[in-house]
Nanobody
């Protein structure tokens, strides 16, 4: 029904910033809540932030609340996650989700 594709990850130094993109496509499309998650090796998948069906942003994770924003571009059908002042503990695979659909993830690696 829909496809979600994450992009924007990579290797960055501590203190840098990244803007991750979740592009949503599909003929049968309607906005629902889109969540950004991350999963580090050996850890459970963690909810970071979400954009509601009408685009309302919410950041949940205390570890990033003061340095994270989530936004939506309706024309591009994309939800963005920006994290500033990156730390090594931000290293993880970042996923986006809408309803039961998940993207393949994008790797973020933060070097110290």
């Amino acid at each position: 029904q829909v496809q979600l594709v994450e992009s924007g990850g990579g290797l960055v130094q501590a203190g840098g910033s990244l803007r991750l993109s979740c592009a949503v496509s599909g003929r049968a499309f309607a906005w629902s809540t889109v969540g950004w998650f991350r999963q580090a090796p050996g850890q459970e998948r963690e909810l970071i932030a979400s954009s509601s069906w009408n685009g309302r942003p919410t950041v949940f994770a205390d570890s990033v609340k003061d340095r994270c924003t989530i936004s939506r571009d309706d024309d591009k059908r994309a939800v963005y996650l920006e994290i500033t002042n990156l730390r090594p503990e931000d290293t993880a695979v970042y996923y986006c989700n809408m309803n039961e659909d998940w993207g393949q993830g994008t790797q973020v690696t933060v070097s110290s």
